[in-house]
Nanobody, 129 residues
């Protein structure tokens, strides 16, 4: 499988914003749901946000609701994660992942990571206090 590629991470002060992008080469996103996950130092990787294959539904972790927005542009094979009002607890490596089965994304709560078969290398987000 082709790996998605994340970009847009960086260092930002608390209260600031970042916009992450996830792009796929030689593959279209359009039939697949996409998720963002993150891993903080010493912690397990956790779900952050996800979007259905057609953009018709989104899902967020409770910790980011109201601050993060996930969106997608299937014509550009790109998924975005707009992160506002960032907090130090948001620090970590952010990963984009594509579901293995097409036409998904109707999740009831955070989807299990096992549903995602293609993962990017991650982009570092550091929020200073």
């Amino acid at each position: 499988q082709v790996q998605p590629v994340e970009s847009g991470g960086g260092l930002v002060q608390a209260g600031g914003s970042l916009r992450l992008s996830c792009a796929a080469s030689r593959r279209t996103f359009s039939p697949y749901a996409v998720g963002w996950f993150r891993q903080a130092p010493g912690k397990e990787r956790e779900f952050v946000a996800g979007i259905a294959w057609n953009g018709g539904g989104t899902n967020y972790a409770d910790s980011v609701k109201g601050r993060f927005t996930i969106s997608r542009n299937n014509d550009r094979n790109t998924v975005f994660l707009q992160m506002n009002n960032l907090k130090p607890d948001d620090t970590g490596v952010y990963y984009c992942a594509i579901e293995s089965v097409p036409y998904g994304g109707s999740w009831y709560g955070p989807p299990p990571q096992s549903r995602f078969g293609s993962w990017g290398q991650g982009t570092q987000v550091t929020v200073s206090s």
